[in-house]
């Protein structure tokens, strides 16, 4: 069984860095297209970045839009969230999700295997 770890999560200043890493085990990471999910106190659940299973194809939210992206050692069974230039409004909890796919699909409800989520924050 597919189990996803999320790691990376902190506080940063606003227009800081942070890369969020994904740890799969229990299966391989090659036939999953993953995504990254955020969700806000009192928001839903929104994506923000998607990548197929061969990385090359990714699926970006607007939030992410030129300061998110994503990337996949599927060696090290692993896929990272480098997010550059960070905003109050990036304070949630961020999750990453698998579903086995070929495309960047970024629906959340297409999504079956979930991480437990690690907390970003944004703050001066």
């Known amino acids: 069984q597919l189990q996803l770890v999320e790691s990376g999560g902190g506080l940063v200043q606003p227009g800081g860095s942070l890369r969020l890493s994904c740890a799969a085990s229990?299966?391989?990471?090659?036939?999953?297209?993953i995504g990254w999910f955020r969700q806000a106190p009192g928001k839903d659940r929104e994506r923000v970045i998607c990548?197929?299973?061969?990385?090359?194809?990714?699926n970006v939210g607007d939030s992410a839009k030129g300061r998110f992206t994503i990337s996949r050692d599927n060696a090290k069974n692993t896929v990272y969230l480098q997010m550059n230039g960070l905003k109050r409004e990036d304070t949630a909890i961020y999750y990453c999700a698998a579903v086995y796919s070929e495309g960047s699909v970024c629906y959340d409800e297409e999504y079956d295997h979930w991480g437990q989520g690690t907390q970003v924050t944004v703050s001066s």
């Open positions: 990548i197929s299973r061969n990385g090359r194809s990714t």
């Open positions: 229990g299966s391989t990471l090659d036939y999953y297209t």
